[in-house]
């Protein structure tokens, strides 16, 4: 009989080496569920692609296939190892990432169990280069939830924490190629729109790695990107419901504020700032303490200190108060 995994594992990688021997180590745990691995080399220049084959030569062939994508994008990569994936579910996982115990088999479980769902997406530990946990994200505890709506205000989504039914995915067209940045945002919110079921699964599933290689250090491309998306996908509303526009915008805006003054773009945070005060709802008064409060929700988020005295104190927070009090 031919090999008919239930699950196909898609990493795209890049130069990603380092990355690989613990990812397949970890990918070996799960053996059992028998999952089929579809790495996509999207034009490393690190021998990642003969490391891979090196790694797996003693798989047997059907568990796994290496795709030359060709530099055309996570978006595009991931597409391809979609189009080229055998099973009817697909777990996205980034090859800088590590998969944790159950990261295929909970899934696995929750769609046998509510097999109305298109997608599962469980938790994640945020991780520093060298692996070690630094703090657990568990976005169901802040009420964040698969609805178009409930997803346009919290944004929460890791994709490789992240399990979709392949014809779900097939069906909403894939991965916007496009898209450099947020393509996963903009995934799950068309996902929501044409009616696909999400839940979480209430356990980390994965450490994400945060270094200086990943996206997240490209911060202004980053957040533009994301602006991108959500003014793209609040055309929708934008003329029967305004007023809630304007807050998704407020909101999405004051919290790229504090990305980008987290990551050491004090300028940049203050553009975002002008920018988010276009549509705040707040008056005077309040809009230095609602500003106040994104910093130390948003860091309590992550497990970062936050020190209220030390930023009132400082340049930045005197060129934000100008802005916040201008009228």
């Known amino acids: 009989m031919a090999f008919a995994p239930p699950i196909s594992v898609v990493v795209p990688m890049r130069n990603a080496a380092p990355w690989l021997p613990p990812l397949l180590a970890a990918l070996v745990r799960e053996w059992h569920t028998g999952f089929e691995l579809i790495a996509i080399d999207d034009a490393s220049s690190d021998g990642s692609d003969a490391l891979l084959q ?10 796994w296939q290496l795709i030359r994508a060709g530099g055309r994008g996570v978006s595009a990569a991931r597409n391809a190892g979609v189009a080229a994936s055998r099973a009817p579910l697909i777990a996205l996982l980034d090859a800088d990432d590590r998969p944790l115990p159950g990261r295929l088999s909970l899934p696995l479980q929750a769609f046998a169990r509510y097999p109305h769902l298109s997608h599962v997406h469980g938790g994640w530990w945020r991780c520093d280069d060298a692996g070690r946990h630094q703090q657990a994200v568990r976005p169901w505890q802040e009420g964040a939830g698969f609805s178009w709506r409930s997803f346009m205000q919290h944004k929460a989504v890791l994709p ?29 919110l068309r996902l929501a729109a044409a009616g696909h079921e999400g839940a979480w699964i209430e356990q980390e599933l ?62 940049l945070a203050l553009q975002l700032l002008h920018q988010a005060l276009e549509d705040c709802p707040y008056p005077l008064p309040r809009r230095p303490v609602h500003y106040l409060e994104v910093f130390a929700r948003s860091c309590a988020r992550i497990g970062q200190r936050f020190d209220a005295e030390a930023l009132q104190a400082s340049r930045f927070w005197r060129q934000a108060q100008d802005l916040l009090l201008a009228r």
């Open 54 to 63: 090196r790694l797996c030569a003693h798989w047997p062939q059907e568990r």
């Open 206 to 267: 994965v450490r994400y790695r945060l270094h200086g290689a990943n996206a997240s250090s490209r911060t202004k491309a980053q957040l533009q990107g994301l602006l991108a998306v959500m003014e793209h996908h609040l055309e929708a509303v934008a003329a029967s419901e305004p007023g809630w526009a304007r807050s998704q915008r407020y909101d999405t805006t004051t919290w790229a504020s504090w990305q980008a003054w987290s990551d050491g773009a004090p300028d």
């Open 160 to 188: 490789s924490a992240w399990t979709v039914r392949r014809d779900a995915l097939l069906a909403v067209g894939g991965f916007d190629p496009q898209l450099r940045h947020s393509e996963d945002v903009d995934l799950l």
